[in-house]
């Protein structure tokens, strides 16, 4: 009796696993009324990328769950690790966790440069408003004043612009489809404000007079951060466009 059990357990994972990497390696090739094909060649195919891209933002807001697209508004990030010890006004350690992001909804493609030839795909991607709300725990310095603390954060960012470079493959996944392999991002916004509970151990005053000074300031924080951003960025974006491009068979976006 005890083998029977064993058996059908180990019976049960392999079906499960293969449910799995059946819906993994699945291509979406019914139903794509929203994608409209680009003509490499044609000397308007920029634009022709950039209404592709802007129908597939609009598609995958709430998911693709049979080809396992996640929702894109919230996005939802199990961790973004902060590591900045070299500094001018900002030295931390640590990190945000279970963090959801909301308003990408709301994403707009003003501009796309595709080149087959070059493998390149560029693009802008702009959002009037994002919030990001998590848990954190950080310690170090900003503003050469010293903060340790963890709890809860939200932070506000208005205007967010981004411009993404990539240079991509086409690989067989099982059809031809676009693979993403390096991508670098230029990220500006206009404005940025953020609220940290449980400072300084629960002190209230020295907790409001630091946020104070920290929004006050943000645009200079923000100019220190940006490189570490624009690079922790890259990593989420490579792997949300490529989980969305993997699933596209190049002969419905080609022509």
Known sequence: MRKLIIVLSVCLIKVTLAQELSISNRQLNDNLHWIKPCDHQDPNRNNCFRDLLQSIVAKIIRGIPEVDIQPFDPLALNEIKVHRTAGQ????????????????????????????????????????????????????????????????????????????????????????????????????????????????????????SFLMLLNQNSKEIFAELKTDLQYELAKIFIEIWNSVFNKIPLKHMLT
């Open 89 to 208: 006004i900002i030295t931390l350690e640590g990190g945000f966790d279970n963090v959801k992001v909301y308003g990408a909804s709301n994403a707009t493609i003003p501009q796309a440069y595709f080149n087959m030839q070059k493998k390149m795909l560029n693009f802008k991607m702009e959002i009037p408003k994002l919030r990001l709300s998590s848990s954190y725990r950080l310690k170090g310095n900003i503003l050469l004043l010293p903060i340790v603390g963890n709890g809860n954060v939200n932070i506000l960012l208005k205007n967010v612009k981004t411009t993404i470079y990539t240079k991509f493959s086409v690989k067989n996944l099982p059809e031809e489809a676009i693979n993403l392999e390096v991508m670098r991002v230029v990220l500006d916004i206009e404005k940025l404000r953020i609220h940290l509970d449980n400072l300084f151990n629960g002190n209230k005053e020295l907790e409001a």
